[in-house]
DNA sequence: CGTCCAGGTCTAC
DNA sequence: GGTAGACCTGGACGC
């Protein structure tokens, strides 16, 4: 499947045709993982003429998810606390449990916890993936509903993400930003020192990072992934 | 071959 | 409320 953008258009193609069912699918699929729904607008309009951010009233700041809330909570859990590299390996053995595509949370726990051990290679990480699995698979927890699309509170999407196992600041913050909400800044042990470079100093604390982009508000951690990454950004 | 630690979090003081 | 220590894993290092 490759997708193309032509004249503000996200046109995609499939090896073969798709029955309507199966193009609904791929059509949702591929409107999450491109935040289609997200409405940046109130965050480009109150950008000042002068504001270092100005630029991004191009279209910028849309953050790239999985179609699932389940496949992006998987992934920002398995970026904990290791390498980048160490994430991927994770993820691939992931889909290689889902026999090529992304494991559902029934798949999941029924694999149970040993076997992301073992197979997985997840290490500690295991069990808070499984209990996740677990708590979706009851039915105590609908993570689809976590969506900013959705109408989802943001207060109560930090406070049901931040009562996962496995899930602190960093992990929430992250989460959150692929679920729609801005807000937050993801302060991590990439971000912190790229700030830092950025600013040409030599140290600055959480607090005073947080105060940098407090004007943004609700944008403010979108403020913040941008200030990182405007360099990826071509032109 | 041992130590360190990377896109952190939890627990126990 | 703040902070050591432990925690799986596997590359990257020093010796």
Redesign the pocket.
Known sequence: MTVTQREGTLRVATPAALSARARAEVAQSVARIFAIETDLSPFYNALADNDPLHWARGGAGRMLASPSVLEDLVK?LC?????????R?MIAALVQLGGGAFPTAEMLRDAGAQTL??DV?????A??LFEVAERVCDGELDLESLRAAGGAREEAVAETL?S???????????AMQLLGFHRPL?L????RPTYVQLLGKRSRSDAAIRRDFARYGAYAGLAFWLTLTKDWVPG
Do not use: E, K, Q
Request: contains cysteine.
């Open positions: 920002t970026s904990t606390n290791c390498a980048f590299s160490a994430t390996r051990i073992d290679r997840m290490g500690y990480r069990r808070s931040g996962l196992h496995g899930f602190g600041p960093y992990a929430v913050a992250h993801i991590d042990s990439w971000t």
